[in-house]
């Protein structure tokens, strides 16, 4: 493993957890701040959206936008450290990570930008099909198809990597449990259950992931002593 790699892997967990931190800071906000709005129509959001502060939401949207590709940066700084016999399964988890995102990451450009923008101008024909809050638009889908299936094999196959060590332990464990929990959102989202998607993206997702990259931050912090 060269230093590069672990000096990458160092800053992008730790750019992780700083984005995941903020998500979780933003949602709270969100929640005490604003009333709940459930999807009607379009009307009833543009209406939502110009009577309450839509500030947290795009910080938390950003955030996730930087996360996207620093969380194949991540990939890519494991896949240097995989033993030879394993590295398939970095190399696959590093093709899942890039679907997810691209998924996520046009999800959360078009919504801060486009929507944004068109709500802005007054430009809204045809705007329902890229709305976040819309559970039917196609935008959601592929968002949801992101961090449920994508996001989820590509922690399932990278996850193996991580033996030994009881830190090893705690990365490949979150990491599979964030596999798990992922997989049941994508079912909670094709069958329409507000519930099973709020316990396991918005709850379960950030805790998973928030571990995992915490634990692979000091991963990276005991290997850059190695390689200096």
Known sequence: MKSLSVKLGYWASLV?????????????????????????????????????????????????????PVFLIMLHSINAYAPEDKKILSKISISFGTIFAACISIHYFVQISSVRLSIAKGHIAGLTQFIQSNPTSGIAGINMVGWTLFFSLASLFIAPIFTGSRLNKVIKYALIANGIVCLLGGIGFVLDNVALIFLTINLGMGAATLTATIALFMFFRRLQKQFP
């Open 16 to 68: 992780c957890i700083a984005t995941f931190i903020i998500w979780t800071v933003c949602f709270v906000a969100i929640f005490k701040i604003n009333p709940i709005f459930q999807w009607t129509n379009l009307a009833d959001y543009i209406a939502y959206t110009k009577n309450y502060n839509q500030g947290f939401k795009y910080l938390a949207q950003s955030a996730m936008l930087v996360f996207a």
